[in-house]
């Protein structure tokens, strides 16, 4: 072909074949490019055989190339359509799938929901009957404890009405003997509550007496103390005047000597300075002016203080007579509450007189209506005895007449029953051998039934362990099937050849768990069929068949699948040689290893492009592994075969074997995993049909055992039967003599019976004509005391009302005077308001006069002030002259006589000093006078509370007397008072004993009725609890018979568990879905595998396509290239000479597939084993 370029077909279905190997120094490792075009004439001439003829112009090699484009289109577009189409019947029949397994699991759950539902209506059933049996029993109980509380009670109300008449009895002994009347207790309670309320006004005028005693004494203290304190200050005055008159003489002195001193340097400055002499006149007449204006300013300031003086005196006897007129006021005030007491104690005496005669009525009300009363029980108890009685006697005589009936009915019937007793005996004695029989069929077949039960146990238990183990087995088979190899490996304990996958330098390119990985379980069972086909290409030559090691399977793995991603050798590991090929997944590597290759050598004789068929065929090799993957690159799929001499890296030999051993040794593995969930399936179903045949063995044994325990039953109960039957014979001969004496007995309890009912009955009469009687007694008293409590609460009321007046009266007092008001009336009152309403007048005309004096004071005061501040502005006015005329002479005399100022200052000096003195001296006498006035007011005051002491003492006095005279009274009503109180307890007390008798009485009545009633109650619910108790019962027999098994068939019936019904639909409506799903997904499969079937059409269709769009290419090509050919080959000559003396260089070391030029590799285009695989398919699916 000289040097045409090899043109690689980028098909899917393209076969392509790396020529390479490793293998002895002396054979060829690779192929040159004018062998690779070799082998493709020759693939393309044997595909060209089954085509039409080879077009003969380039015109008709592009018009067939054109037609081969379109039938590839259109076969791709038909091939995608059918693959869509098939994706999707995938998608569906997996979700029918789906569906059909979500309906089994629907009918599984709700078979167990009824089960549950079944299983719980028995367990309710039984709970009920349990909960209505501990009623019933505590019904029981209930109606015994309410029969003892009847008893009880009705002794209590026995006893009651006997106490009540012994109170009663000793009520009336105690009236005959106390003399003493409530009236009378009651008088001389309230001659006690006035006596004690007049001996607390007695102590509050005592209090009152010696307060006003103390006050006189304090004042007179008081006085003394100021008398002695006015002394003392009189004392200390009048030698403060003697200090200050020596102080003035002193001053007075120091004064002229100083006056002296400066007068006569004064003048000795004037005589020598005219202007200075001036200016001293105008000092002088300034200080003239101004001691006119400040004695003009101090004859103004006497006046304001004397005017207020006088205003101070007239606000003071203002303030005084508004003190009297506020206290006259108040006076007025105090007599007014001291009247409004009096009204309300005016008010408080009547009302108590009224409701003291009203409690008088009412408690003679009272006592009549309580005899009434007891008049009438005790009728009423002789009538309700007497009615007692007659119902009695009556219900005797019925009594007496029904069970002389029955006796004469007894006596018939006992000869009857003597008669059927004798009777039964006989058929009893029948009954019993019959039973007997039947109770050992029964037995016999009970027995039989128990022996096949453990038969079928002992298979259930063999089938659960076969299903566990398989089971275990199915459960895991999943994870250990995504091992792979590794799986495999671990299984077969080969430590090196899993050291080998683990630790391979290029283990990355192994992905464990992936299908398409060489390691997968499915490519390394097509790995031994490709060992299969190289034994089988071997015994051609005479060659013994290789063995497979575990070890050498691994390198093949970890080889082939870093060759899938790396087109060429690895070198991972040392073995004797490696064959590599790259294809789709439906190539036949050998088909160029060894067919091509062996037709090249054949032809040839140059053994440099046949290195994989010599790697076949070589004697030496004794173990190989093989590998292949789907992920090749840039093919689809690697394949890969590794062989081994004998003593070569012999640790990749070991444990070596067969391939029919190691085959058989793998698909033991292989099919345990694939096979694992049918196993399981069927281990399971042999479990299930275990279980049926023990249910239906343990069925059939509990009808057995149901059966021979009823016989049994029945066999004791003739036998009991029979027993019994004799005894009532004997019991029937015994009951007839009994029936007869019974009979004339009874009789004779009629005729006592009938006399006692009429002699009850004339008894009542009798009394319900005393009990009318006493009613009408009763109703009288019960109006009268009516009205008599009525008219009581009134007063009490109204009392009570006035009291609370009177309180609130003396509260008001209280209030006003400080004190509580002591005892007085009305005329008291009003001559007391009378006295403070004058004083009032004579005190309102004083604070008038006062006021008047006061607001003359206030005019004078204000007048003298306003002379005041005028005298005062001139007096400021003149000491502004004398300080302007002292500053023009300190000038001028500063100039003329310096020390004239220190004189003049030291004589200013004396003048303070002495005026000091004299305000001391007039402040002294003004002391003298001050204490002089208090000591003589102290002492008049004196005089007067000393002539007022004796009165205040004499009035203690008498309150004192008066005090414990009313104390006296006191204690002689108190004793009055106990002395009734003492002498009518023994009638309050027997009447409160006879009331709480009645009550008591009353209350038991009430007991015993209220227990009669429940004891009717507890009656009633020990019968509403059994019939209850029968329902339950009833409920639980129906549910021990219930059986989902049998619901099924028969619906139930019955409304206790007729709502079971709708369960046993529900199964049935999800196993009428299971069989509808079921059926939808059997459809569901039929369209995949049709959809499968044209999808495998559409691809073959595909592929041909392909091939033919391949050849028509090539011959396109070939027209275009015609003129280069010989220049091509000789280019490709030169090469393939230069890369096999490189291989030959190669031959030293582990030779690696690979051209410098092109690292895709050297290639043929497999077109005739497509075209024989093409051939294949189409046969298998026509």
């Not at 128990?450 to 063999?462: G, I």
């Not at 019939?1027 to 009833?1034: G, P, T, V």
């Not at 027999?1037 to 409304?1055: C, N, Q, R, V, Y």
Request: glycine share 2%; net charge negative.
């Amino acid at each position: 072909m000289g040097k045409k370029s090899v043109k690689l077909t980028t098909a899917v279905t393209a076969a392509v074949l790396l020529s390479s190997s490793v293998m002895a120094q002396d054979v060829a490792t690779a192929a040159d490019a004018g062998q690779i075009d070799g082998q493709e004439d020759k693939q393309v001439k044997g595909t060209a055989e089954k085509k039409k003829a080879a077009p003969v112009s380039l015109d008709e090699a592009k018009e067939n190339l054109n037609m081969a484009k379109e039938q590839e289109e259109k076969t791709a577009s038909e091939e995608k359509q059918a693959s869509e189409a098939y994706e999707a019947a995938k998608k569906e029949e997996s979700e029918a799938a789906q569906a059909a397994a979500e309906a089994v699991a629907k009918a599984e759950e709700a078979k167990k929901e009824a089960e549950q539902a079944f299983q719980e209506a028995v367990a309710e059933a039984e709970k009920a009957e349990a909960e209505v049996q501990d009623t019933f029993d505590q019904k029981q109980v209930e109606q015994m404890q309410a029969a003892v509380n009847t008893q009880e009670k009705s002794q209590a109300y026995t006893d009651s009405q006997e106490l009540s008449k012994e109170a009663q009895e000793y009520l009336e002994e105690v009236q005959e003997k106390v003399t003493v009347t409530e009236e009378e207790v009651q008088q001389k309670q309230e001659a006690l509550e006035a006596s004690q309320a007049d001996l607390t006004e007695k102590e509050g005028a005592v209090q009152e007496a010696q307060e006003n005693l103390e006050q006189i004494n304090g004042q007179i203290s008081s006085s003394e103390a100021a008398i002695e304190t006015a002394k003392a200050n009189i004392v200390k005055a009048q030698e403060a005047k003697a200090q200050a008159e020596q102080d003035i003489v002193e001053a007075q002195a120091a004064l002229e000597q100083a006056t002296a001193v400066y007068e006569q340097a004064e003048a000795e400055a004037a005589e020598g300075s005219p202007e200075y002499k001036a200016a001293l006149e105008k000092v002088e007449q300034a200080k003239d002016a101004l001691s006119e204006a400040q004695a003009v300013q101090a004859e103004k300031q006497a006046a304001l203080d004397t005017a207020n003086a006088v205003l101070a005196q007239a606000q003071s006897a203002a303030e005084s007579a508004q003190t009297d007129v506020d206290q006259a006021q108040k006076e007025i005030e105090i007599a007014q509450a001291e009247g409004a007491v009096a009204a309300a104690q005016e008010s408080l005496a009547a009302a108590v007189q009224t409701e003291q005669q009203a409690q008088s009525v009412l408690n003679s009300a009272q006592s009549e209506l309580n005899a009434a009363q007891t008049v009438k029980d005790q009728k009423d108890a002789v009538l309700n005895q007497k009615t007692q009685e007659k119902a009695n006697a009556e219900a005797a005589l019925e009594k007496a007449k029904q069970e002389k009936a029955a006796a004469e009915q007894a006596e018939a019937a006992s000869k009857e029953a003597l008669q059927e007793a004798q009777e039964a005996k006989t058929a009893a004695e029948s009954s019993v051998a019959s039973a007997q029989t039947a109770k050992n069929s029964a037995d016999s077949q009970a027995e039989a039934a128990r022996k096949q039960v453990e038969e079928k146990q002992a298979a259930v238990d063999a089938a659960q362990k076969a299903y566990d183990e398989a089971k275990k087995a199915s459960d895991n088979a999943e994870a250990q099937i995504a091992k792979g190899s590794f799986g495999f490996f671990e299984e077969m304990g080969a430590e090196e050849a899993l050291d080998i996958l683990n630790n391979a330098p290029l283990k990355e390119y192994t992905e464990q768990g992936n299908e398409k990985d060489a390691t997968s379980l499915e490519n390394m069972k097509a790995a031994l069929e490709w060992i299969k086909e190289c034994n089988e290409l071997r015994e051609n030559h005479q060659c013994a068949d290789l063995k497979v090691s575990d070890s050498l399977m691994a390198i093949a793995q970890s080889n082939t699948n870093a060759s899938g991603n790396y087109i060429g050798h690895t070198g991972q590991f040392q073995v004797g040689g490696e064959n590599l090929a790259w294809g789709s997944g439906s190539y036949d590597p050998f088909y160029g290893w060894y067919t091509e290759e062996k037709e090249d050598y054949e032809t040839t004789g140059n053994p440099d492009n046949s290195g994989h068929y010599f790697n076949i065929i070589q004697e030496g090799f004794v173990y190989t592994g093989f590998a292949v993957n789907q992920y090749s690159v840039r093919y689809g799929a690697a394949y890969g075969q590794v062989f081994n001499w004998e003593n070569y890296s012999e640790q990749y030999n070991d444990n070596a074997m067969t391939l029919e051993d190691y085959t058989t040794r793998f698909m033991k593995y292989y099919d345990g995993l694939m096979n694992a969930p049918q196993i399981a399936e069927e281990a399971a179903k042999k479990l299930e049909e275990a279980k049926n045949a023990l249910a239906s063995a343990q069925t059939t044994y509990e009808a057995a055992q149901k059966k021979a325990a009823e016989a049994a039953t029945v066999l004791r109960q003739k036998q009991q039967a029979n027993t019994q039957a004799a005894r009532k014979v004997t019991s029937a001969q015994n009951e007839v003599k009994a029936a007869e004496q019974t009979t004339a007995q009874k009789v004779a309890a009629v005729t006592s019976a009938s006399a006692k009912v009429t002699s009850v009955s004339q008894a009542v009469q009798s009394a319900k004509a005393e009990v009318n009687a006493a009613q009408r007694t009763l109703s009288d008293k019960q109006q009268a005391y009516q009205t008599a409590k009525a008219s009581q609460e009134q007063a009490a009321q109204k009392k009570e009302e006035q009291e609370t007046n009177l309180k609130q009266k003396r509260q008001a007092y209280r209030a006003l005077a400080g004190k509580e008001i002591g005892e007085t009336n009305a005329e008291t009152a009003a001559a007391h308001l009378q006295t403070a309403q004058r004083n009032y007048q004579t005190v309102s005309a004083v604070l008038r006069t006062a006021n008047e004096k006061l607001s003359t004071a206030k005019t004078e005061a204000e007048s003298k002030e306003t002379d005041l501040k005028s005298a005062q502005s001139v007096t400021a006015a003149k000491e502004a002259d004398l300080t302007q005329a002292e500053k023009a002479r300190d000038e001028i005399e500063a100039v003329v006589a310096a020390d004239l100022a220190e004189k003049r200052q030291a004589v200013e000096d004396c003048k303070v000093d002495l005026q000091t003195a004299q305000q001391d001296k007039t402040d002294a006498e003004t002391d003298i006078q001050t204490n002089t006035e208090a000591q003589k007011d102290a002492e008049s005051q004196l005089t007067s509370l000393r002539e007022n002491k004796p009165e205040a003492e004499a009035a203690v006095a008498v309150a004192e007397e008066a005090r414990k005279e009313s104390e006296g009274k006191v204690e002689e009503a108190q004793k009055i008072y106990q002395d009734a109180v003492d002498a009518i307890t023994p009638l309050r007390e027997a009447k409160a004993a006879y009331n709480t008798a009645l009550a008591e009485e009353a209350k038991a009545k009430e007991n015993y009725e209220k227990v009669v009633e429940e004891e009717a109650k507890a009656v009633q619910a020990v019968a509403d609890a059994k019939a209850a108790l029968e329902q339950a019962e009833a409920k639980k027999a129906e549910a021990d018979k219930l059986s989902l098994t049998e619901a099924m068939k028969t619906p139930i019936e019955g409304a206790n568990f007729s709502y079971l019904n709708a369960y046993v639909d529900e199964i049935k409506l999800a196993e009428k879905q299971v069989e509808e799903a079921e059926a939808v997904h059997e459809d569901k499969k039929a369209a995949l595998a049709e959809a499968k079937n044209t999808y495998d059409l559409a691809k073959l269709a595909y592929a041909e396509a392909v091939v033919d769009l391949a050849d028509a290419q090539e011959s396109y090509d070939q027209f275009l290239k015609t003129s280069s050919e010989q220049n091509e080959e000789n280019t490709q000559k030169t090469e393939a000479d230069q890369k096999k003396t490189e291989n030959k260089t190669d031959q030293r070391e582990t030779v690696k597939t690979g051209d410098p030029a092109e690292p895709a590799v050297y290639t043929a285009v497999g077109m005739g084993a497509l075209a024989a695989a093409l051939a294949a398919w189409k046969k298998k699916h026509s």
